[in-house]
């Protein structure tokens, strides 16, 4: 069974920083891809980063490259999202995701191919 958990979010002024985490359990390493999405009120969730879990380089949302990195630890099994130079439009609830990899990239952004959730972390922006 997979499982995870983010941890992290919280209240930051324009220009802050956040490091968003996700315990993942459950998760073969090498055989998933491995996403973090977010969700503002009144908007459609959207796909912020993904990346493959045996390692590469991740994907980004064009609106947060250059601000945002993701990256994953195997070790320990947690999944990271640095979240710098951070805007008021970037407040939204986040959510850590997993789908097995296939024979597709983890390069896409779409959130029904997602199989399983996090409970999600909330991250407030203020001007």
């Known amino acids: 069974q997979v499982l995870l958990g983010e941890s992290g979010g919280g209240s930051v002024q324009d220009g802050g920083s956040l490091r968003l985490s996700c315990a993942a359990s459950?998760?073969?390493?090498?055989?998933?891809?491995m996403g973090w999405f977010r969700q503002a009120p009144g908007k459609e969730r959207e796909r912020v980063a993904s990346l493959y879990s045996g390692g590469g380089t991740p994907y980004y949302a064009d609106s947060v490259k250059g601000r945002f990195t993701a990256s994953r630890d195997s070790a320990e099994n947690t999944l990271y999202l640095q979240m710098n130079s951070l805007k008021p439009e970037d407040t939204a609830m986040y959510y850590c995701a997993a789908r097995p990899r296939g024979f597709k990239s983890c390069s896409s952004e779409i959130e029904t191919e997602y199989k399983h959730w996090g409970q999600g972390t909330q991250v407030t922006v203020s001007s």
């Open positions: 459950g998760i073969t390493y090498g055989s998933y891809c």
